[in-house]
């Protein structure tokens, strides 16, 4: 067990669920009500200043070995320079109510990474201060990275022709002198 994982479990005991090593990376389950303080600890006293990557994962019909199962999880990607160390944080996230709270107090880059995750996936970041889409448009229906969107439309969306129409004055754009038309690729 490393010298984090140690202390984590010290200082915060059941919220830590689970820790495995993968891939040569220390992985650590977190309960989700306990994520802000973990994160916070991590931040100011364990020297984790940045946060690389957050991201969602839609576990359905898939059932992966390890040690905490739900069909969500957020996943938080760590790196302290100080201590030349990268740390993974999985949290679980239940499919009846998908939400985790907001880190973007602590890391300011958490804003778009949790925006993105809730516009694909439908987690919410409770406290975030700008949960809206970020990809797709406002009047979307669903979160398309989920395993269970369908993939031919119940009805078309309103907004298509307008989007194709954009698209055609895009595919007009002159690049560098030289007119690119779609299907085209220029220098």
Not at 11 to 22: D, I, K, M, N
Not at 153 to 182: C, D, Q, T
């Amino acid at each position: 067990m490393s010298e984090v994982v140690g202390k984590l479990k010290e200082r915060f005991g059941g919220a830590v669920l689970a820790e495995e090593v993968s891939c040569g990376q220390q992985v650590v389950f977190i309960a989700r009500e306990a994520l802000p303080e973990v994160v916070h600890f991590l931040h100011e006293e364990m020297d984790f200043k940045h946060l690389a990557d957050l991201c969602g994962v839609d576990y359905q019909g898939y059932k992966p070995k390890r040690p905490v199962s739900e069909r969500f999880e957020v996943v938080y990607n760590l790196y302290s320079l100080s201590r030349r160390e990268l740390l993974r944080l999985r949290v679980p996230v239940p499919e009846e109510d998908p939400w985790v709270p907001t880190v973007t107090p602590i890391f300011r880059v958490a804003n778009w990474f949790e925006r993105e995750c809730y516009d694909l996936l439908g987690i919410r970041f409770e406290g975030h201060p700008d949960l809206r889409r970020l990809l797709m448009p406002e009047d979307w229906k669903g979160h398309p990275l989920r395993k269970d969107y369908p993939l031919e439309p119940e009805e078309e969306w309103p907004g298509y022709e307008k989007l194709r129409e954009k698209a055609r004055e895009l595919s007009r754009f002159e690049w560098g002198g030289r007119r690119v038309r779609g299907g085209e690729h220029g220098a």
